[in-house]
């Protein structure tokens, strides 16, 4: 699978980027969002829903209510945030189910749910680099690849050919 490596320097930059994967997503998706505390994953969230909903809509974070369901041109987007959850099961409360199928799903720190995630699946790890800036991986799964060529990302660096095993 290939890993796309790129970096922002500021939110402008990552609300950029946020917005061009936006445009190419559609009902059915999950875009997990992973990477260290601070770097980034809620920035890149709201950028991302307000591409799809406006540049008005409130985009709070769903840290104590765990899921916000956002109503989008498109249709809905269901911005979970699995920080809190102890067992993976807990999930199927929150109603991934429905979302899996009918939304969006935008999930920030999705460890615990990962075996249960699709494999087709857009992976986004954000790390604090030197500066401050955003190291980006995106590890793109099912027919994300070719997607993302399409997106004309911002600040493209390089992509990796990375090899499990």
């Known amino acids: 699978m290939s890993v796309v490596r790129l970096s922002a320097g500021d939110e402008t930059a990552m609300a950029r980027l946020a917005a061009r994967i936006a445009a190419c997503a559609r009902t059915g998706d999950v875009i997990t969002l992973s990477g260290t505390l601070g770097a980034g994953k809620t ?9 799809l909903t406006g540049p008005e809509t409130d985009v709070p974070s769903p840290t104590f209510n765990l899921v916000l369901v956002h109503e989008g041109a498109e249709g809905e987007i269901w911005h979970f945030d699995l920080y809190r959850l102890e067992d993976a099961a807990e999930i199927y409360a929150l109603g991934i189910e429905d979302a899996l199928d ?8 999705p460890e615990i749910a990962l075996p249960l995630l699709p494999e087709a699946r857009l992976d986004i790890r954000i790390d604090i680099g030197e500066g401050n800036e ?3 991986a995106l590890h793109p799964g ?9 997106c004309a990302l911002p600040g493209r660096n390089r992509q990796d050919d990375e090899r499990s095993g």
């Open 102 to 109: 009918n939304a969006i799903s935008l999930i920030e720190w």
């Open 142 to 150: 099912g027919d994300w690849p070719a997607r993302l060529k399409a």
């Open 43 to 51: 920035v890149f969230a709201r950028a991302f829903i307000r591409a």
């Open 134 to 136: 955003r190291r980006i």
